[in-house]
């Protein structure tokens, strides 16, 4: 199948200047001020492909410059069950995962597919550095299938505590490995491990939300619903931990409206995090751009207690211009808190009146939209779109025998350049 390489520009959030992609650009040249840069479209309007383009079916709004195999996209539906237990009268589901019944074919089962592939579809498939990606467990899985089915060379970083969640339906090819933090540590020790793989001869960062394709790949859950509703979303509802997805889809919103066909709505953020485990929310309550401060041990602690562990980023993209304080003071969204207790009874709720499991991720979003009808913070007649970032895990993994990958090396909480050095040269035989 033919694909032609997206045509965009890239714009600094500080500045407003424009500038070429020369290639892995993650921040604007010459911007001393913390910010984002952001991908611009020769395509003011989206023409969204059929289903079978996967992914690539929004690719007018993707900054790819070729296509890969095996990808799906976010699937959007009116909501029936869980509508009718709520008294909303216009939810949306947009859900990304496995539940071939709706045409949701995402075999990670996460919604983090969606950014694997749109980055790796950015990346020069000449490229020769070796990709770096830190996560927290759904980003690695869905990464390293990516990676995996193309021949694209990776260094996932992840918490050892977290390394259930590397399971596969086939084992992986020797592209990709896997190095640890040990256990007891977090995300936020991952991403250091990653920043010092980073500064090592032959890796290069993925860059988290810095990486336009990364956002914009998360973007098409907003794309989903809007096409499929045929207007913007008054409420849009996630679990956040770095809050990536929630900028994808304010940034996505606002494409939307200077597309001109879907109305002019800002649809209001109603974001949550997983009690104890609540920065953004502290940070958001005490009207900070800044995050606040965090004991290293405290936050380790509330990690190992949250059900919802991918949702545990210390030092998410909120400060930056363009980042999550930005997307939430623009949409004048809001940041929820909701219990383990409260997110398993509310993916029991969804698998009873949906038919379908999810992640603890996105069975917080549901716990704080139960929440917010609770409170009355929306009205019953509200276009609510719900963003289910992962589900069908039980369902997909039903009859398989499954294959996990094994970390190379387990490093502990502050090791030196010097032993990542020689671990990298080690598993990577330089």
């Known amino acids: 199948m033919d694909f032609k390489a997206t045509e965009y520009t890239l714009q600094s959030l500080v500045t407003g200047e424009f500038f070429e992609d020369t290639g892995w650009l993650l921040d604007a040249p010459n911007q001393s001020k913390p910010g984002l840069i952001r991908a611009v479209y020769k395509h003011k309007q989206m023409d969204p492909k059929d289903a079978s383009h996967g992914i690539y079916r929004f690719a007018d709004w993707l900054p790819v410059n070729h296509k890969l195999q095996g990808s799906s996209a976010p699937v959007t539906y009116k909501s029936i069950g869980l509508a009718s237990v709520l008294g909303l009268k216009n939810l949306y589901i947009t859900f990304s995962g496995y539940w071939p019944e709706i045409g949701a074919l995402m075999t990670t089962c996460s919604f983090k597919e969606t950014e694997a592939y749109s980055v790796c579809g950015r990346m020069d498939p000449a490229q020769a550095e070796v990709l770096v990606v830190a996560s927290a467990g759904n980003t690695a899985r869905a990464f390293a299938k990516v990676c995996s089915d193309n021949n694209i060379p990776l260094l996932l970083c992840v918490p050892e505590d977290n390394l259930n969640a590397l399971w596969f339906e086939n084992p992986l090819n020797s592209c990709v490995k896997l190095i640890a933090t040990k256990s007891g540590s977090d995300y936020f020790d991952a991403i250091h491990l990653s920043n010092l793989a980073c500064t090592c001869k032959g890796f290069v960062a993925e860059g988290g939300a810095k990486n336009v394709a990364r956002r914009d790949g998360m973007g098409t859950t907003m794309l989903s619903a809007t096409t499929h509703i045929g207007e913007i979303p008054e409420y ?129 979003a549901v716990a704080s939209l139960i929440q917010a009808v609770r409170e009355n913070k929306i009205e019953p007649e509200a276009i609510v779109m719900l963003n289910i970032t992962g589900g069908g895990e039980e369902h997909f993994k039903t009859g398989k025998a499954l294959h996990y990958l094994l970390p190379s090396a387990i490093f502990g909480i502050n090791p030196s350049i010097d032993e990542v050095q020689l671990v990298l040269d080690k598993i990577f035989g330089k």
Do not use: C
């Open 236 to 364: 849009y509802f996630q679990a956040v931990g770095s809050g990536t997805g929630a900028i994808a889809a304010w940034e996505a919103n606002l494409r939307l409206i200077a597309d001109g066909r879907f109305g002019t709505k800002l649809m209001k953020l109603m974001v949550s995090q997983n009690s104890p485990f609540v920065p953004i929310m502290n940070a958001w309550k005490a009207n900070s751009r800044d995050m606040l401060p965090y004991d290293d041990e405290t936050a380790r602690k509330e990690v190992e207690i949250i059900d919802a562990k991918v949702l545990s980023n210390r030092k998410p993209p909120y400060p930056p211009i363009g980042g999550l304080f930005d997307a939430l003071t623009e949409t004048k969204g809001e940041v929820l808190a909701v219990t383990n207790e409260e997110a398993r009874s509310a993916a029991e709720l969804f698998f009873k009146h949906e038919g379908n499991d999810i992640h603890p991720a996105a069975a917080v």
